[in-house]
């Protein structure tokens, strides 16, 4: 099938790419000549595990293309894959403004039947904006010409995003129209193979369950985090509660973790979104100001124990930082718990030695030469003439430090915990101090 995906970000690729592998005639536009010219080499703006080997191969084969030209686009698929950016807006509301001008465009050059697929979270309602815009762009034109606008949202997590794609739980199909939904049941039936994983609904419907699938996961955390504020206070350990809670069919293990806070492109900026329409439409949607409160509360957290265990004195202190992309697997440092606390620290006056496996040259570009930040190419590295060694991200290198040696290295022998990766009783046993979330230690 010949499909053309706008958007060459992170749900863009991987779509254009997922859909190249088995076997479809896929072309990729941006308006970005950088990046197309980059991807035209093989070069791919982001990590993403196993990503750039497919990318590669299927652009060998021809499978998947990238180009500029936007009338060459939209002649090229019947489907066309809405995939680009919706950034918060100054009032959390997200903005449709590129995926406007993706529908304008596809309206200005159709000269047949197309199928506008949006990917791209979008609010409540967008698929009807997407649809009169088009329209009146054909009547200017004075065109004549058939189309359907489906909303067919992602559920992609970074760092497992192939694999998300090619199994996803669900492929939600959100359309008005019968005829569309047979031709994205056509489109999909290669993810569809060991069972019925298509969820048929009209659009807006579709449009809302994405929503209600991240702010559901945002405030699993954040009531765990609460739950582990909690926990400090009453002398019991949020670990045990976990596993207690857990094993209740009905609650579940997954999502309940723990930490120093939500972060990523998603979680923060839908929950703000879903909040916003609700308000604009005259709604107040208490908890999830609820979850997005107590999520910018725990990002503080690892802050505000450093700042009682030193007594307010962090200046000329040294912390090692491991951990800077907003979770294991990525690059990705949008909304990043290790931001906020490397800020926090720097104004305090310490200094930060940071180590992440793949965030360093995101850091790089975000900070550039930041005073009182040193990016550090190892993890040991991080630890020379550190004081305290702060864990924010939970990359499995992390998992098991030799104990003594950070005993022998860390001026204080502290660690504090973002993410509970260690039993408080063997740091204990090797001579450390340990903060983490929720345990007594
Ligand atoms: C999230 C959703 O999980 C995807 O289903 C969705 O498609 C995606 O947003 C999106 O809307 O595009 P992602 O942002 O990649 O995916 O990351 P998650 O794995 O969901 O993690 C989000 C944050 O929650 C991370 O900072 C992570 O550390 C934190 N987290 C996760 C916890 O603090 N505790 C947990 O138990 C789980």
């Known amino acids: 099938m010949k499909i053309t995906i706008f958007g060459t970000g992170y749900v863009g690729l991987v779509t254009g790419t997922c859909l190249a592998e088995v076997g479809n005639d896929v072309l990729c536009m941006d308006i970005d000549q950088q990046k197309i010219d980059k991807l035209n080499q093989g070069i791919i703006p982001i990590y993403e595990p196993g990503l750039e080997e497919m990318v590669k191969e299927n652009h060998q084969f021809g499978r998947l293309r990238f180009t500029t030209d936007a ?59 997407v649809k009169s815009l088009m329209q009146k762009t054909l009547a200017d034109r004075g065109a004549d010409i058939e189309f359907d606008v489906v909303s067919n949202p992602e559920f992609l997590k970074e760092g497992a995003a192939i694999s998300d794609f090619m199994k996803p739980d669900r492929i939600i199909i959100g359309t008005d129209n019968p005829r569309t939904t047979e031709l994205l049941k056509a489109l999909y039936t290669p ?51 976990r596993n207690g809670i857990g094993s209740d069919g009905r609650i579940g293990y997954h999502f309940i973790y723990p930490g120093c806070g ?15 329409t ?64 490397l800020e926090a620290l720097i104004d305090a006056g310490a200094t930060v030695q940071a180590f992440d496996p793949e965030a360093l040259a995101e850091a790089k570009r975000i900070y550039g030469s930041k005073a009182g930040l040193v990016l550090c190419k190892s993890q040991s590295e991080a630890l020379e003439n550190a004081d305290a060694l702060c864990v924010v991200t939970e990359w499995k290198n992390f998992w098991s430090p030799d104990f003594a040696q950070l005993k022998l290295k860390l001026k204080e022998a502290v660690v504090f915990d973002g993410r509970n990766l260690y039993e408080p009783k063997q740091l204990k046993a090797a001579g450390l101090t340990y903060y983490c979330i929720g345990r007594p230690v």
């Not at 680009?84 to 304008?104: I, N």
């Not at 929503?211 to 699993?220: D, F, Q, R």
């Not at 939500?262 to 916003?276: H, I, N, W």
């Open 262 to 276: 939500y972060g990523g492109s998603c979680f923060p900026k839908d929950v703000k979104a879903l909040e916003r």
């Open 278 to 341: 609700a308000k604009d439409l005259g709604y107040q949607a208490e908890l999830l100001s609820a979850v997005e409160r107590v999520n910018d509360r725990q990002k503080h957290v690892l802050f505000r124990k450093i700042h009682q265990h030193f007594n307010g004195q962090l200046k000329g202190k040294i912390f090692a930082l491991w951990g800077l992309s907003f979770k294991p697997k990525t690059d990705d440092m949008r909304e990043a718990p290790s931001r906020v606390l």
């Open 71 to 129: 009338k060459m686009a939209v002649d090229h698929g019947l489907f066309q894959v809405v995939a680009v950016g919706t950034p918060p807006d100054e009032d959390g509301s997200a903005d449709l403004q590129y995926v406007l001008s993706v529908a304008k465009t596809i309206a200005e050059h159709m000269t047949e039947y197309r199928v506008v697929v949006d990917k791209s979270t979008v609010p409540v309602g967008t698929a009807d904006k």
């Open 191 to 241: 993810f569809n193979r060991s069972h019925e994983r298509i969820i048929a609904m009209d659009v807006r419907s579709a449009e809302l369950t994405k929503y209600a699938a991240n702010a559901m996961l945002a405030t699993k955390i954040s009531f765990m985090n609460e739950l582990a504020n909690l926990a400090e206070h009453l002398g019991a350990d949020i670990e045990q509660v």
